[in-house]
């Protein structure tokens, strides 16, 4: 699983009979930064992920790739690479809080 923030969402109004209805997002993955591991930096990426949990502009997101995406619930059928498997509530570090960000 990798790290990502959500950066936008996709509208296909025509695609494959099995994605129809499927939630597609926009996902920068998030690395931590080796100078910093107190805070993420972003990947040079993107990745168009199918989004079954209703994650939102702006969150920190799991996601899955590859075969490992077709192992999530209700996706062994569809033609997906990338799947939202979690919203992700805190990030600890070497025992250092960096999601949420720590307040001023």
Partial sequence: MFLARVIGSITSTKKDEAMKGRKLLILRP???DEAD???????????V????????LGEVVLFCQGSSA????????LPVDAVVTGIVDTVDVLERKIYP???P
Avoid at 49 to 56: H, K, M, P, S, W
Avoid at 70 to 77: T, V
Wanted: aromatic share 4%.
């Fill in 101 to 103: 960000a720590p307040s």
């Fill in 70 to 77: 077709r192992q999530a619930s209700g996706m062994k059928s």
């Fill in 30 to 32: 998030l690395l931590v």
């Fill in 49 to 56: 992920a199918v989004d079954a949990l209703g994650a939102g």
């Fill in 37 to 47: 591991p107190g805070q993420f930096r972003p990947g040079a990426n993107t990745v």
